[in-house]
């Protein structure tokens, strides 16, 4: 089960930094909005086929991702880094995406889902330097 904290960060944020590499193992990122699914621990968010970050999921689904709490404050810091497998999105995908971003309704939707492996979250709001983990090894 994952940890509340880990849960209630996630939810709180809509952006995140994908971290994807090519077949010649030059990395790359990219910022997408995103919704998620607490039940089934996905991160859904929309890419076209056509961008870098979608063709190299496509070639390798072993992806990275952080979400970060911007602040110059030390003990607001808050920060959560994700390793996981990128998969197609699914209809149940699809319905909590357009419920946390309705105009996206209008769009067509080409829908991709993270389902972590590894999560780790910084946060000073519980003392200066606490990681919480999570792992589906566990």
């Known amino acids: ?35 998620y699914d607490k039940e089934r621990n ?10 870098r970050h979608a063709q190299e999921m496509i070639q390798n689904c072993n992806v990275a ?9 030390v003990g607001k810091v808050q920060g959560i880094q994700i390793c996981g497998v990128a998969m197609r999105g699914d209809e149940e995908d699809k319905r909590l995406y357009i419920k946390r971003f309705p105009y996206a309704a ?15 979250l910084t ?7 606490t990681k919480l983990i999570w792992s589906s090894q566990e």
Not at 3 to 25: M, Q, W, Y
Not at 106 to 120: D, Q, R, V
Request: glycine share 6%; charged share 20%; net charge negative.
């Open 106 to 120: 209008l769009a067509p939707l080409n829908l991709w889902a993270i389902e972590p492996t590894y999560m780790k």
């Open 123 to 129: 946060d000073n709001t519980l003392g200066f330097g």
């Open 42 to 51: 996905r991160l859904i968010f929309t890419s076209d086929d056509t961008t």
């Open 1 to 35: 089960m994952v940890d509340k904290c880990i849960v209630d960060f996630i939810k709180r944020h809509h952006v995140l930094t994908l971290a994807t590499v090519s077949n010649e193992g030059e990395p790359y990122c990219a910022a997408c909005f995103y919704a």
């Open 65 to 73: 991702c952080g979400i970060t709490l911007e602040t110059r404050v």
